[in-house]
Protein backbone atom coordinates (compact mmCIF):
# COMPACT_ATOMS: atom_id res chain seq x y z
CA UNK A 1 0.00 0.00 0.00
CA UNK A 2 1.15 4.00 -0.51
CA UNK A 3 1.11 5.69 2.49
CA UNK A 4 -0.94 9.07 1.02
CA UNK A 5 -1.85 10.50 4.56
CA UNK A 6 2.04 10.79 5.20
CA UNK A 7 2.31 12.68 2.11
CA UNK A 8 0.12 15.42 3.18
CA UNK A 9 1.40 15.77 6.93
CA UNK A 10 5.29 16.48 4.98
CA UNK A 11 3.63 18.74 2.41
CA UNK A 12 2.28 20.68 5.52
CA UNK A 13 5.82 21.02 7.11
CA UNK A 14 7.05 24.75 5.05
CA UNK A 15 9.32 26.98 4.48
CA UNK A 16 7.17 29.07 2.47
CA UNK A 17 4.04 27.72 0.38
CA UNK A 18 5.17 25.18 -1.74
CA UNK A 19 8.38 24.56 -0.37
CA UNK A 20 8.63 21.85 1.73
CA UNK A 21 11.52 21.30 4.38
CA UNK A 22 13.48 18.49 5.49
CA UNK A 23 11.83 16.24 7.97
CA UNK A 24 15.23 15.43 9.81
CA UNK A 25 13.56 14.51 12.85
CA UNK A 26 11.20 11.37 11.54
CA UNK A 27 10.59 10.83 7.26
CA UNK A 28 13.55 11.90 5.80
CA UNK A 29 16.43 9.84 3.72
CA UNK A 30 18.95 10.60 6.20
CA UNK A 31 17.29 7.59 8.38
CA UNK A 32 17.43 5.20 5.90
CA UNK A 33 21.07 3.54 6.50
CA UNK A 34 20.24 3.34 9.65
CA UNK A 35 16.99 1.65 9.06
CA UNK A 36 18.75 -0.84 6.37
CA UNK A 37 21.23 -2.05 8.93
CA UNK A 38 18.80 -2.48 12.03
CA UNK A 39 17.02 -4.70 9.65
CA UNK A 40 20.20 -6.72 10.40
CA UNK A 41 20.35 -6.20 14.03
CA UNK A 42 22.83 -3.65 13.46
CA UNK A 43 23.05 -0.10 14.71
CA UNK A 44 25.16 2.17 12.83
CA UNK A 45 22.46 5.61 12.90
CA UNK A 46 19.01 6.67 13.77
CA UNK A 47 16.11 4.58 12.11
CA UNK A 48 12.83 5.97 10.39
CA UNK A 49 9.86 5.42 12.55
CA UNK A 50 8.51 1.58 12.47
CA UNK A 51 5.13 2.84 10.75
CA UNK A 52 7.28 2.30 7.54
CA UNK A 53 7.39 -1.07 7.83
CA UNK A 54 3.57 -1.99 8.81
CA UNK A 55 2.58 -5.12 7.23
CA UNK A 56 6.14 -6.09 6.32
CA UNK A 57 8.32 -9.08 7.52
CA UNK A 58 11.75 -7.80 8.92
CA UNK A 59 13.11 -10.93 10.20
CA UNK A 60 15.31 -11.39 7.75
CA UNK A 61 19.30 -12.13 6.29
CA UNK A 62 19.68 -9.62 3.85
CA UNK A 63 18.99 -6.40 2.93
CA UNK A 64 18.94 -4.65 -0.51
CA UNK A 65 18.95 -0.70 -0.74
CA UNK A 66 17.88 -0.18 -4.20
CA UNK A 67 18.66 3.28 -4.90
CA UNK A 68 17.13 4.83 -8.30
CA UNK A 69 18.29 8.08 -8.54
CA UNK A 70 15.73 10.80 -9.25
CA UNK A 71 12.61 8.63 -8.80
CA UNK A 72 10.37 11.15 -6.38
CA UNK A 73 7.37 10.07 -5.04
CA UNK A 74 5.49 11.95 -7.24
CA UNK A 75 6.64 10.09 -10.39
CA UNK A 76 6.30 6.76 -8.45
CA UNK A 77 2.55 7.44 -7.82
CA UNK A 78 2.49 8.44 -11.91
CA UNK A 79 4.02 5.35 -13.00
CA UNK A 80 4.38 2.75 -10.78
CA UNK A 81 1.15 1.33 -12.16
CA UNK A 82 2.68 0.72 -16.10
CA UNK A 83 5.92 -1.53 -14.57
CA UNK A 84 5.24 -4.49 -13.12
CA UNK A 85 8.07 -4.36 -10.74
CA UNK A 86 7.24 -1.06 -8.75
CA UNK A 87 3.62 -2.28 -9.18
CA UNK A 88 4.04 -4.86 -7.23
CA UNK A 89 5.68 -2.94 -4.17
CA UNK A 90 3.20 -1.14 -4.21
CA UNK A 91 0.51 -3.50 -3.97
CA UNK A 92 2.26 -6.10 -1.61
CA UNK A 93 4.57 -3.98 0.46
CA UNK A 94 4.68 -0.61 1.86
CA UNK A 95 5.82 2.36 0.47
CA UNK A 96 5.68 5.54 2.44
CA UNK A 97 6.93 9.04 1.14
CA UNK A 98 10.08 10.51 2.55
CA UNK A 99 11.40 13.80 2.52
CA UNK A 100 14.88 14.50 0.73
CA UNK A 101 17.78 16.55 2.50
CA UNK A 102 18.44 19.89 1.43
CA UNK A 103 20.12 20.28 -0.87
CA UNK A 104 17.58 17.60 -3.09
CA UNK A 105 21.10 16.79 -5.18
CA UNK A 106 23.02 13.41 -5.45
CA UNK A 107 26.13 14.96 -4.48
CA UNK A 108 24.53 15.60 -0.94
CA UNK A 109 21.91 12.81 -0.66
CA UNK A 110 24.94 10.02 -1.37
CA UNK A 111 27.33 11.14 1.42
CA UNK A 112 23.88 10.92 3.68
CA UNK A 113 23.31 7.37 2.02
CA UNK A 114 26.44 6.04 2.90
CA UNK A 115 27.31 7.49 6.15
CA UNK A 116 23.60 8.46 7.77
CA UNK A 117 24.50 11.98 8.04
CA UNK A 118 22.89 15.39 7.68
CA UNK A 119 24.51 17.56 5.02
CA UNK A 120 25.11 19.82 7.65
CA UNK A 121 27.43 17.16 9.01
CA UNK A 122 28.88 16.13 6.25
CA UNK A 123 29.81 19.51 4.50
CA UNK A 124 28.68 18.03 0.88
CA UNK A 125 26.45 20.92 -0.68
CA UNK A 126 25.87 20.23 -4.45
CA UNK A 127 27.66 19.25 -7.57
CA UNK A 128 29.72 22.67 -7.62
CA UNK A 129 31.67 23.93 -4.65
CA UNK A 130 33.09 27.31 -4.28
CA UNK A 131 36.48 26.04 -2.06
CA UNK A 132 37.65 29.72 -0.79
CA UNK A 133 40.44 27.93 0.32
CA UNK A 134 41.74 28.02 -2.95
CA UNK A 135 39.58 30.38 -4.88
CA UNK A 136 37.93 27.85 -7.13
CA UNK A 137 35.07 26.21 -8.13
CA UNK A 138 35.31 22.62 -8.19
CA UNK A 139 32.90 19.39 -9.19
CA UNK A 140 32.54 17.13 -6.49
CA UNK A 141 31.00 14.34 -8.84
CA UNK A 142 33.79 13.53 -9.81
CA UNK A 143 36.32 15.60 -7.70
CA UNK A 144 37.58 17.82 -10.03
CA UNK A 145 38.37 21.05 -11.41
CA UNK A 146 36.09 22.49 -14.06
CA UNK A 147 39.42 22.12 -16.10
CA UNK A 148 39.26 18.39 -15.75
CA UNK A 149 41.94 18.10 -13.61
CA UNK A 150 41.66 15.50 -10.90
CA UNK A 151 42.13 17.18 -6.94
CA UNK A 152 43.72 14.88 -4.74
CA UNK A 153 41.63 13.94 -1.89
CA UNK A 154 44.37 14.40 0.65
CA UNK A 155 44.73 17.38 -0.18
CA UNK A 156 40.97 18.70 0.12
CA UNK A 157 38.99 16.48 1.99
CA UNK A 158 35.12 16.24 0.08
CA UNK A 159 32.98 15.34 2.76
CA UNK A 160 33.20 14.97 6.24
CA UNK A 161 32.02 11.86 8.42
CA UNK A 162 32.55 8.68 8.23
CA UNK A 163 30.73 5.75 6.18
CA UNK A 164 28.68 2.92 7.89
CA UNK A 165 30.09 0.10 6.55
CA UNK A 166 33.14 -0.75 8.42
CA UNK A 167 30.52 -0.79 11.16
CA UNK A 168 28.48 -3.44 9.31
CA UNK A 169 31.51 -5.64 8.38
CA UNK A 170 32.98 -5.74 12.04
CA UNK A 171 28.90 -6.83 13.13
CA UNK A 172 29.60 -9.62 10.25
CA UNK A 173 27.56 -8.35 7.93
CA UNK A 174 28.67 -8.57 4.50
CA UNK A 175 28.59 -5.23 2.39
CA UNK A 176 28.36 -4.38 -1.13
CA UNK A 177 28.09 -1.32 -3.61
CA UNK A 178 26.75 -2.30 -7.00
CA UNK A 179 26.99 1.20 -9.19
CA UNK A 180 27.95 1.80 -12.69
CA UNK A 181 31.33 3.05 -11.98
CA UNK A 182 34.56 2.08 -10.44
CA UNK A 183 33.79 3.21 -6.35
CA UNK A 184 36.64 1.25 -5.14
CA UNK A 185 38.74 4.58 -4.04
CA UNK A 186 35.71 6.47 -3.13
CA UNK A 187 36.06 7.39 1.03
CA UNK A 188 32.18 7.08 0.67
CA UNK A 189 32.47 3.26 0.59
CA UNK A 190 35.15 2.38 2.40
CA UNK A 191 34.70 -1.25 3.99
CA UNK A 192 32.51 -2.27 1.43
CA UNK A 193 33.10 -4.44 -1.45
CA UNK A 194 32.71 -2.66 -4.38
CA UNK A 195 31.10 -3.68 -8.32
CA UNK A 196 30.49 -2.46 -11.64
CA UNK A 197 28.08 -2.77 -14.43
CA UNK A 198 27.59 -1.54 -17.73
CA UNK A 199 24.17 -2.54 -18.23
CA UNK A 200 20.54 -2.81 -16.25
CA UNK A 201 20.37 -6.44 -17.09
CA UNK A 202 24.12 -6.51 -15.78
CA UNK A 203 22.83 -4.65 -12.60
CA UNK A 204 20.15 -6.97 -12.30
CA UNK A 205 22.05 -10.25 -12.57
CA UNK A 206 24.84 -8.94 -10.34
CA UNK A 207 22.35 -7.91 -7.24
CA UNK A 208 20.97 -11.45 -8.07
CA UNK A 209 23.94 -13.15 -7.42
CA UNK A 210 25.31 -11.43 -4.70
CA UNK A 211 22.23 -12.52 -2.61
CA UNK A 212 22.56 -16.26 -3.38
CA UNK A 213 26.18 -16.43 -3.44
CA UNK A 214 26.11 -14.73 0.44
CA UNK A 215 27.18 -16.90 3.25
CA UNK A 216 26.50 -14.07 5.85
CA UNK A 217 23.83 -11.88 6.49
CA UNK A 218 24.39 -9.52 3.31
CA UNK A 219 23.84 -5.32 2.93
CA UNK A 220 23.40 -4.40 -0.78
CA UNK A 221 23.36 -0.71 -1.98
CA UNK A 222 22.56 -1.09 -5.63
CA UNK A 223 22.62 2.39 -7.56
CA UNK A 224 21.27 3.26 -10.94
CA UNK A 225 21.25 6.57 -12.77
CA UNK A 226 19.13 6.59 -15.67
CA UNK A 227 15.99 7.95 -14.60
CA UNK A 228 17.37 10.89 -13.50
CA UNK A 229 19.09 11.42 -16.66
CA UNK A 230 16.08 10.87 -18.97
CA UNK A 231 14.51 13.38 -16.68
CA UNK A 232 17.15 16.29 -16.77
CA UNK A 233 17.15 15.41 -20.69
CA UNK A 234 13.56 14.83 -22.22
CA UNK A 235 11.14 15.47 -18.56
CA UNK A 236 9.55 13.65 -16.12
CA UNK A 237 6.24 12.81 -18.82
CA UNK A 238 8.39 11.75 -21.00
CA UNK A 239 8.74 8.46 -23.35
CA UNK A 240 12.36 8.24 -22.27
CA UNK A 241 12.01 8.40 -19.03
CA UNK A 242 9.01 5.47 -19.14
CA UNK A 243 11.46 3.70 -21.27
CA UNK A 244 14.14 3.55 -18.63
CA UNK A 245 11.54 2.69 -15.93
CA UNK A 246 10.34 -0.07 -17.91
CA UNK A 247 13.69 -1.49 -18.62
CA UNK A 248 14.52 -1.42 -15.20
CA UNK A 249 11.17 -3.02 -14.01
CA UNK A 250 11.73 -5.67 -16.67
CA UNK A 251 15.51 -6.66 -15.83
CA UNK A 252 14.64 -6.30 -11.82
CA UNK A 253 11.69 -8.47 -12.10
CA UNK A 254 13.77 -11.05 -14.15
CA UNK A 255 15.89 -11.31 -11.68
CA UNK A 256 14.54 -10.44 -8.28
CA UNK A 257 11.29 -12.18 -8.65
CA UNK A 258 11.35 -14.52 -11.20
CA UNK A 259 14.93 -16.60 -11.38
CA UNK A 260 16.23 -15.29 -7.51
CA UNK A 261 15.93 -18.68 -5.32
CA UNK A 262 12.72 -19.21 -3.41
CA UNK A 263 14.45 -19.65 -0.08
CA UNK A 264 16.73 -16.55 -0.71
CA UNK A 265 13.88 -14.49 -1.65
CA UNK A 266 12.26 -15.03 1.56
CA UNK A 267 15.28 -13.86 3.31
CA UNK A 268 15.44 -11.11 1.59
CA UNK A 269 14.16 -7.32 2.30
CA UNK A 270 13.96 -4.89 -0.83
CA UNK A 271 14.12 -1.38 0.22
CA UNK A 272 13.57 1.14 -2.98
CA UNK A 273 14.82 4.42 -2.38
CA UNK A 274 15.48 7.85 -4.10
CA UNK A 275 17.70 10.63 -3.11
CA UNK A 276 15.09 13.06 -4.58
CA UNK A 277 12.22 13.71 -7.48
CA UNK A 278 12.34 16.05 -10.38
CA UNK A 279 10.64 18.95 -11.31
CA UNK A 280 10.54 19.86 -15.33
CA UNK A 281 10.65 23.51 -16.47
CA UNK A 282 10.89 25.22 -19.25
CA UNK A 283 14.25 25.62 -21.02
CA UNK A 284 13.27 28.87 -23.00
CA UNK A 285 12.01 30.15 -19.15
CA UNK A 286 14.95 29.15 -17.34
CA UNK A 287 17.50 31.88 -16.45
CA UNK A 288 21.00 33.10 -16.88
CA UNK A 289 22.30 34.59 -13.59
CA UNK A 290 24.96 36.25 -15.57
CA UNK A 291 22.75 38.26 -17.71
CA UNK A 292 21.57 40.11 -14.81
CA UNK A 293 24.00 43.22 -14.55
CA UNK A 294 23.41 43.65 -10.69
CA UNK A 295 24.41 39.92 -10.13
CA UNK A 296 27.13 40.41 -12.82
CA UNK A 297 28.59 43.08 -11.23
CA UNK A 298 29.05 41.66 -7.65
CA UNK A 299 29.55 38.26 -8.38
CA UNK A 300 33.07 37.02 -7.65
CA UNK A 301 35.42 35.19 -10.20
CA UNK A 302 37.35 32.28 -8.99
CA UNK A 303 40.92 32.13 -9.98
CA UNK A 304 40.23 30.87 -13.28
CA UNK A 305 37.70 33.37 -13.86
CA UNK A 306 34.49 31.03 -13.04
CA UNK A 307 31.69 32.46 -12.19
CA UNK A 308 32.08 31.80 -7.78
CA UNK A 309 28.69 29.63 -7.65
CA UNK A 310 28.46 26.56 -5.70
CA UNK A 311 25.66 24.06 -6.15
CA UNK A 312 23.32 23.49 -9.71
CA UNK A 313 20.65 25.36 -10.87
CA UNK A 314 18.00 24.84 -8.33
CA UNK A 315 20.02 25.55 -5.24
CA UNK A 316 22.72 28.20 -5.50
CA UNK A 317 25.08 29.58 -3.38
CA UNK A 318 26.17 33.20 -5.26
CA UNK A 319 29.87 34.72 -3.26
CA UNK A 320 29.84 38.68 -3.42
CA UNK A 321 31.94 41.38 -3.27
CA UNK A 322 32.19 42.31 0.18
CA UNK A 323 28.93 44.64 1.20
CA UNK A 324 27.12 43.82 -1.55
CA UNK A 325 24.41 41.15 -0.08
CA UNK A 326 21.74 42.77 1.17
CA UNK A 327 21.19 44.67 -2.33
CA UNK A 328 21.79 42.00 -4.46
CA UNK A 329 18.86 40.09 -2.49
CA UNK A 330 16.72 42.90 -2.67
CA UNK A 331 16.78 43.04 -6.65
CA UNK A 332 16.78 39.04 -6.69
CA UNK A 333 13.48 39.08 -4.79
CA UNK A 334 12.37 41.62 -7.21
CA UNK A 335 13.31 39.37 -10.01
CA UNK A 336 13.18 35.86 -9.45
CA UNK A 337 10.04 33.64 -7.78
CA UNK A 338 12.55 32.16 -5.52
CA UNK A 339 13.41 32.16 -1.79
CA UNK A 340 16.93 33.70 -1.12
CA UNK A 341 18.57 33.92 2.34
CA UNK A 342 21.41 35.40 3.49
CA UNK A 343 23.99 33.66 4.86
CA UNK A 344 22.75 34.51 8.26
CA UNK A 345 19.47 33.03 7.90
CA UNK A 346 20.72 29.99 6.16
CA UNK A 347 22.57 28.85 8.85
CA UNK A 348 19.80 29.52 11.12
CA UNK A 349 17.11 28.08 8.97
CA UNK A 350 18.07 24.42 9.82
CA UNK A 351 17.53 23.66 5.66
CA UNK A 352 20.88 21.32 5.93
CA UNK A 353 19.83 19.88 9.13
CA UNK A 354 19.75 20.13 12.79
CA UNK A 355 22.52 18.77 14.16
CA UNK A 356 26.06 20.52 14.89
CA UNK A 357 27.74 21.76 11.55
CA UNK A 358 31.08 20.51 10.84
CA UNK A 359 33.24 23.46 9.62
CA UNK A 360 33.57 22.02 6.30
CA UNK A 361 29.49 23.44 5.73
CA UNK A 362 29.88 26.53 7.85
CA UNK A 363 32.87 27.21 5.36
CA UNK A 364 31.12 26.12 2.15
CA UNK A 365 27.54 28.44 2.77
CA UNK A 366 27.54 31.10 0.32
CA UNK A 367 26.64 35.22 0.78
CA UNK A 368 22.99 34.49 -0.13
CA UNK A 369 21.41 30.88 -0.97
CA UNK A 370 19.01 30.97 -3.71
CA UNK A 371 16.26 28.37 -4.27
CA UNK A 372 13.78 28.63 -7.11
CA UNK A 373 10.18 28.22 -6.91
CA UNK A 374 9.90 25.85 -10.22
CA UNK A 375 12.85 27.62 -13.35
CA UNK A 376 16.17 26.37 -13.43
CA UNK A 377 18.91 29.41 -12.51
CA UNK A 378 22.50 29.24 -13.43
CA UNK A 379 24.95 31.03 -15.63
CA UNK A 380 25.33 31.17 -19.58
CA UNK A 381 29.31 29.51 -19.43
CA UNK A 382 27.48 26.35 -18.83
CA UNK A 383 24.41 26.35 -21.54
CA UNK A 384 23.71 23.04 -20.79
CA UNK A 385 22.50 23.55 -17.22
CA UNK A 386 20.38 25.93 -18.98
CA UNK A 387 19.19 23.37 -21.32
CA UNK A 388 17.53 21.05 -18.53
CA UNK A 389 13.84 20.07 -18.85
CA UNK A 390 13.68 17.66 -15.45
CA UNK A 391 15.79 19.57 -12.40
CA UNK A 392 16.31 19.33 -8.74
CA UNK A 393 18.32 20.56 -5.93
CA UNK A 394 15.10 22.80 -4.22
CA UNK A 395 12.31 22.33 -2.20
CA UNK A 396 9.33 21.56 -4.55
CA UNK A 397 7.39 18.68 -3.26
CA UNK A 398 8.08 17.20 -6.58
CA UNK A 399 11.77 17.09 -5.76
CA UNK A 400 11.90 16.58 -2.44
CA UNK A 401 9.45 13.43 -1.37
CA UNK A 402 10.81 10.61 -2.39
CA UNK A 403 9.78 6.91 -2.21
CA UNK A 404 10.71 4.71 0.87
CA UNK A 405 9.02 1.13 -0.53
CA UNK A 406 9.54 -2.38 1.75
CA UNK A 407 8.50 -5.53 0.70
CA UNK A 408 10.30 -9.23 1.24
CA UNK A 409 11.43 -9.98 -2.00
CA UNK A 410 9.10 -13.55 -2.24
CA UNK A 411 6.22 -11.56 -1.82
CA UNK A 412 7.21 -10.03 -5.33
CA UNK A 413 7.07 -13.61 -7.00
CA UNK A 414 4.47 -13.97 -9.86
CA UNK A 415 1.90 -15.64 -8.08
CA UNK A 416 -0.64 -15.53 -11.40
CA UNK A 417 -2.87 -13.20 -10.35
CA UNK A 418 -3.37 -9.88 -11.88
CA UNK A 419 -2.36 -6.54 -10.28
CA UNK A 420 -4.69 -3.37 -10.15
CA UNK A 421 -3.53 -0.09 -9.25
CA UNK A 422 -3.30 1.09 -5.81
Not at 5 to 23: K, M, N
Not at 226 to 238: I, K, Y
Request: glycine share 8%.
Amino acid sequence: MIDSEREAVLRAQTVRPGFVHPDYGGYCITRIPGTAAAALNASVAPTLPDEVFSGVDTDVSNVVVLFIDAYGFQQFQETHINHSFFNRIARRGRVTPLTSVYPSATPACVPTLHTGLQPVEHGQLGWNLYLSERNQVVEALPFQTKRGESIDPDEVSLFAGEPIYPQLEAAGIDTHIVEPFDSSDDPKTEGATTHTYSSPAEFGVQLRKLLENGTNQTYCYGYTPLVDAAGHAEGTCSALHSAELHCLSATLQRELCDRLQSDVAEETLLLLVADHGQTDSNPDENVNILSDPVVKQHLKRDRDGVPAISGSGRNLHLFLDDGSADRVRTHLLERLDALVLTRAEALDSELWGTRKPCQMFADRIGDLVVIPETTTVWHGKEPKELALIGDHGGLHPREQLVPFGAVTLDRLADDGTTLTPC
